[in-house]
């Protein structure tokens, strides 16, 4: 498994942020995959996921309405539309399948950080 994620950085409250998620070494359509974020001081938390054909998202309630999950399994990549930015949303994002995690995967990326500050 390899995942690298990309499309942090600072922005103000209210912007927007993209962030993918390039995924190789495995067969990247076969899987759930999610986004999972890491704030100053806290544990990891699940906001988004969705299955394997792109169906069903799933968004964490501090997240619901503001960012929106896709992936292209032609290009083996996942993406978070962050919308409407808050000073809670500043994390480092990971992406990973729920699946391989449940699975006992450690594996995980190098995140990429996000800043939320006026």
């Known amino acids: 498994v390899q995942l690298v994620e990309s499309g942090g950085g600072l922005a103000q409250p209210g912007g927007s942020l993209r962030l993918s998620c390039a995924a190789s070494?495995?067969?990247?359509?076969?899987?759930?995959m999610g986004w999972v974020r890491q704030g100053p001081r806290k544990g990891l938390e699940w906001v988004s996921g969705?299955?394997?054909?792109?169906?069903?998202?799933y968004y964490a309630d501090a997240v619901k309405g503001r960012f929106t999950i896709s992936r292209d399994n032609a290009k083996n990549t996942m993406y978070l539309q962050m919308n409407s930015l808050k000073p809670e949303d500043t994390a480092v994002y990971y992406c990973?399948?729920?699946?391989?995690?449940?699975?006992?995967?450690?594996?995980w990326g190098q995140g990429t950080q996000v800043t939320v500050s006026s």
């Open positions: 990973n399948s729920p699946v391989l995690v449940g699975r006992g995967s450690t594996y």
């Open positions: 969705l299955y394997s054909d792109g169906s069903d998202p």
């Open positions: 070494e495995f067969t990247f359509n076969n899987y759930a």
